[in-house]
């Protein structure tokens, strides 16, 4: 058991699989960053100064009352609609699957030009080669 096990967990389908969820995850923190450090910013910048990350509705308040932030209105036990994380989710998601879309893209465009190319012969062997001389040589006589 433990012998088909190793096979299965070694087999090329499921390390890929393995290698992909690690550069998914990679690249999951490098979509995060840049909706986080660039993009939100430039948006931010655009719109007058609206941060997303900080953008929320008080349904119920806490003990506090009034809430600067998301994370002090988390903090107070407040119960909110952190719609500007909602916003940052979906820009996160729409880079990831446009990036995706390019890959997929580039890939299929690769395929086709494989496909389209066609094959070039196989070179003779050396036995061929020489066989083909000797043929050449007897109908020479």
């Known amino acids: 058991m433990l012998k088909e096990f190793k096979e299965f967990a070694m087999k090329g389908s499921m390390l890929d699989l393995a290698i992909g969820v690690v550069l998914g995850a990679a690249f999951g923190k490098i979509i995060d960053s840049l909706v986080k450090d660039l993009i939100t ?11 997303f ?3 929320f509705v008080v349904l119920k308040a806490g003990p506090a009352g009034s809430y ?11 119960v909110v609609l952190g719609y500007g994380s909602f916003i940052t989710a979906i820009i996160q998601f729409l880079l990831v699957a ?21 094959a070039a012969p196989p070179e003779p062997s ?15 006589r």
């Not at 600067?68 to 407040?78: I, R, V, Y």
């Not at 690769?110 to 496909?115: D, Q």
């Not at 050396?126 to 020479?140: F, G, M, N, Q, T």
Request: hydrophobic share 45%; charged share 30%; no cysteine.
């Open 53 to 55: 990350t900080n953008r």
């Open 98 to 118: 446009f990036a995706l879309f390019l890959v997929v893209k580039g890939v299929n465009r690769t395929r086709r030009k494989a496909e389209e190319a066609p």
């Open 41 to 51: 910013p430039l948006i931010g910048l655009v719109t007058g100064g609206v941060d």
């Open 126 to 140: 050396r036995e061929e080669v020489l066989l083909a001389e000797i043929r050449d040589a007897l109908r020479s």
């Open 68 to 78: 600067p932030t998301l994370a002090d209105a988390a903090k107070d036990g407040a």
